[in-house]
């Protein structure tokens, strides 16, 4: 079975500073997906970013950009000239190719300092 | 973007009785959906997979008697917890894939069971 392990319950930053999330995960197969989605105080699920696993190049959207270490199992999240609005709990998550299920890492809560 | 409603929102019950939430994809159809449900501060724990047509598909440990899922069209499933308790009270989210891989979610609907 798949696991996903976010080693950083929270963390806090200042405005307009780079802040890096960690995520594990363990699989077997070859072919699958990585998600990093954020839930802010709504608790609506907004997707940030997303990794397949074949590609090479690590995905960048905006302000964030994922560093993809296939080999070690590694897919952090880094966000840039962060914001107010950054504010969230983010969640890494693995899909697997055929089955479509995600599965969640525990959350890291992020809070945005001005 | 492709939308997911739930309804409703939040519901409050007396213990023993049923409670129905709808979820529904509002601008595609979807083939497959996910029910998932959240602790207050925890992650994201999937609970079963619907699927239109046919039964659906529990994660272990969930009760397919506590739990009721019907998909019974391509843009509805619906969830069904069966004589209801304190310890369902929970935050339960659905989500659904118009297409690829990415899973939309719902804007989730709190359950409080007195």
């Known amino acids: 079975a798949q696991t996903v392990t976010q080693s950083q319950p929270e963390m806090s930053v200042q405005e307009a500073e780079t802040v890096t999330l960690s995520c594990t995960y363990d699989?077997?197969?070859?072919?699958?997906?990585l998600f990093w989605y954020k839930q802010p105080p709504s608790r609506q699920m907004i997707l940030v970013i997303r990794q397949e696993a074949y590609k090479q190049q690590n995905a960048t959207e905006n302000r964030f950009s994922v560093n993809f270490q296939k080999a070690a199992k590694s897919f952090s999240l880094k966000i840039s000239d962060s914001q107010l609005g950054d504010t969230a709990m983010y969640f890494c998550a693995f899909g697997g190719g055929g089955a479509q299920k995600l599965v969640f890492g525990q959350g890291t809560r992020l809070t945005i300092n001005p | 973007g492709a939308v997911v409603s739930q309804h409703p929102s939040r519901v409050i019950c007396k213990s023993g009785t049923s409670v129905k939430i709808e979820c529904r994809s509002l601008?595609?159809?979807?083939?497959?959906m996910f029910w998932y449900r959240q602790f207050p501060k925890k992650s994201l724990m999937l609970m079963a997979t619907s699927n239109e047509g046919s039964k659906a598909t529990y994660e272990q440990g969930v009760e397919k008697d506590k739990f009721l899922i019907n998909h019974a069209s391509l843009t509805l499933s619906t969830l069904t917890v069966t004589s209801a308790h304190p310890e369902d009270s929970s935050f339960y989210i659905c989500?659904?894939?118009?297409?690829?891989?990415?899973?939309?979610f719902g804007p989730g609907t709190r359950l409080t069971v007195l």
């Open positions: 699989t077997s197969e070859s072919n699958y997906y």
């Open positions: 989500s659904a894939i118009p297409r690829g891989n990415e899973q939309f």
């Open positions: 601008d595609f159809q979807a083939t497959t």
